[in-house]
């Protein structure tokens, strides 16, 4: 943290290492179609000034970047990670990205502009953020008067398995509990709409999306990569014990091999707030 910084300690869950890299790679394409699906629907394109908060490996800056590239446009990304932000740097070398650029550190030392962007955009990022309405006033400020926020994030306790596990509920909880630890809201897209108000927004659109998958599947898939992949952290939570995890464990190995189970994804919201 720099000195004099704003921002309240907390740590970054999920990380940066080798094994998160892939897996939102993975989780990436699965829910390409949704994120693509909004930009289209907002107009996104050459000309526009955008903001990324928390691109991570770039899934959706480069993208991104591609169809704001030319006529002025610009797109400026905001990461914390530093181990993000050089893997971004390395992808955007000889692209002829020179519209887009990097700031290092956390959103709320990041030096934004007073109304500078068309669009500030962020997905899955606002699970993770203590004091969600700090960092909403800091992003209204630098938008354009009729710029969008658009927002990609969570209503997490939609989750569901069939045939129902008896230790899912405990998963579930503990996991919700983890994220609680550094002050992040795994359900939090469904409070935004209330705080987009309270920090001089007008809701614009608020559009649900939900996959459903079966073992082998890419949506069962990305689920296993993140609870059973992250399983020992969760585990260090209540209600989880090791034994009611380790029974989690069972019960999951014994679903992936009945064709018939079902596995119903957390239910994610663009919330689209317009300044
Ligand atoms: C789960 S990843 C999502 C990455 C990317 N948005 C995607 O859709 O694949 C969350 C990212 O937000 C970054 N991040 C979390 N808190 C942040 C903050 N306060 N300021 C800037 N970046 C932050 C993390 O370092 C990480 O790269």
């Excluded at 997905?123 to 992003?139: I, K, T, Y």
């Excluded at 569901?160 to 939090?188: C, E, H, K, M």
Aim: hydrophobic fraction near 45%; charge should be positive; proline fraction near 6%.
């Amino acid at each position: 943290m720099r000195p004099g910084s704003r921002v309240a300690k907390y740590e970054y869950i999920l990380g940066d290492s080798s094994y998160e890299v892939r897996r939102l790679a993975f989780q990436a394409g699965v829910w390409r179609d949704m994120t693509e699906g909004l930009f289209d629907r907002l107009g996104v394109g050459p000309g526009w000034k955008c903001l990324e908060v928390g691109p991570g490996t770039g899934t959706v800056l480069l993208p991104l970047a591609a169809r704001v590239r030319g006529r002025g446009g610009r797109l400026d990304a905001v990461e914390r990670s530093p181990r993000y932000l050089a893997y971004l740097r390395r992808k955007l070398r000889g692209r002829g990205f020179d519209h887009v650029r990097l700031l290092a550190g956390d959103l709320l030392d990041a030096p934004l502009e007073k109304n500078a962007y068309d669009l500030i955009f962020a997905r899955w990022v606002f699970l993770f953020l203590p004091r969600v309405e700090e960092h909403l006033a800091r992003l209204a400020r630098a938008l354009k008067p009729g710029g969008f926020l658009a927002i990609e994030d969570y209503h997490r306790d939609s989750v569901a398995i069939y045939p129902r596990l008896p230790s899912w509920r405990y998963l579930v909880t503990a996991d919700r509990a983890w994220f609680a630890s550094q002050g992040g809201d795994l359900n939090v897209a469904g409070r935004l709409p209330k705080l987009f108000r309270r920090a001089g927004l007008r809701v614009h659109e608020i559009v649900p999306h939900v996959k459903v998958g079966r073992p082998g599947s890419d949506v069962w898939k990305w689920l296993e990569d993140y609870f059973v992949g992250y399983l020992d952290r969760i585990a260090k939570f209540p209600p989880f014990t090791p034994a009611r995890a380790a029974c989690f464990r069972r019960e999951w190995l014994a679903a992936k091999r009945d064709r018939d189970s079902l596995i119903i994804s957390p239910m994610m919201l663009d919330v689209v707030g317009r300044k």
